[in-house]
């Protein structure tokens, strides 16, 4: 069965447009209660399965929080509520409650206008294949309430937000504390405007929060770590040491060191695995995605980490991991893994790991990622006509060859199609910039011909 809802994080779109419509929405938590919740729970001792709801800031919410509260109850499940709360809130949450799941109200890094639904297991992490398609099944059929006495019921989570922070804290080790540090934190105007600040100054930092001021409209919009200009100009203009920036719901991570650089996921990977390599806890190697910079893998297997590329997408990285058995992973993108910490990518834990790395070290965050460089990377969308296969192009395998003869060990060439669009992504990175424009320019002016752009 082939997927119509369920994308690669969760259900997501324009709110008011399929899928994202209070009827849809409703249906999809009916189905979710039907094939998540009803397994797995204690039932001889009369009790109901429990599913937490979480969600951002985005005015949407509202509304959608409410649909899923009667699809869900309709199906004789309980119903747990934090507010907002940052998605891997919800993860850690779901777990220490000993739900039979969670559920996230969300679109990340998009802008207001659109909203998703995205879903933990009891385990706190993201649903396997199968269990989304099987929701998508159950959606096929109509909503059949419970009996009366059958509904769920719904109640909110006395200070989810303070559980939330005190396990933020304690993955940071016990013996070190942020006094002395001035740290700006850019909350995106979304779901950890109310628990990031205080996690930092909790630990002792001397804390600058900025688009910490939510309205329902402003999520991501100029700040956060999709827009990390504001984060720039704070650092500087407050005289911080670091900069810390979230997206909307709280599971991506860029820094910025004192000058106001940025430093991108690949950077804090890198300086997140040198500490556990440095200090002997890095239990087998690194992945990254195919995105993941070049200067980033050669940094890595310098200091004699093992690593591994996976598709793009967090939950690509997780599947790597768990396959290899390793815990730390990520993407360019700020979306970190510390399976060690947590279930899943969670922005505010990978910072504290960054963190205590520059406190056990002494040395200020472009000192500790100085060894890791960032090698020029270029990407050229060609778009082609819906359905266009790349295998066996002879004109775009040679103009492949030939690049990678020239860049050799040094650079590397990615080709994908686009997963939501009729685009093939041309990918080229090396050590020189000139060089690496015109390699991609050659592999992007051979996929036009080989479509017959």
Known sequence: MSRRFFGTDGVRGRVGEDPITPGM???????????????????????????????????????????????????????????????????YLTRALRLQAGVVISASHNPFEDNGIKFFSAQGTKLPDEVELAIEEAMESPIKAEASKGLGRVKRVDDAAGRYIEFCKSTFPNDLDLRGMRIVVDCANGAAYHIAPHVFHELGADVIAIANEPDGLNINKHCGATHTEALARAVRQHRADVGVALDGDGDRLMMADASGEIMDGDKLLYAIARHRKDSGELKGGVVGTLMTNLGTELALKQLGCGFRRAKVGDRYVLEVLQEEGWQVGGESSGH???????????????????????????????????????????????????????????????????????????GRVVLRPSGTEPLIRVMVEGRDAAQVRRCAEQIAEAVKVAAGA
């Open 25 to 91: 929405v409703m249906r999809l938590g009916y189905a979710a209660g039907r094939v998540l919740a009803t397994a797995g729970h204690d039932a001889l001792h009369g009790e109901r399965p429990t599913v937490l709801i979480g969600k951002d800031t985005r005015v949407s919410g509202y509304m959608l929080e409410s649909a899923l509260e009667a699809g869900l109850t309709a199906a004789g499940v309980d119903v747990r509520l934090t507010g907002p709360m940052p998605t891997p809130g919800v993860a």
């Open 336 to 410: 970190i893994l510390c399976l060690d910490k947590h279930t899943t990518g969670d922005g505010i834990i990978s910072a504290l790991q960054v963190l205590a790395a520059l406190r056990r070290s002494g040395q200020s965050l472009a000192e500790y990622t100085r060894a890791c460089p960032v090698y020029p990377q270029l990407l050229i969308n060609v778009r082609v006509a819906k359905g266009f296969q790349l295998d066996g192009q002879e004109p775009v395998i040679h103009a492949v060859r030939m690049v990678e003869g020239e860049l050799g060990e040094t």
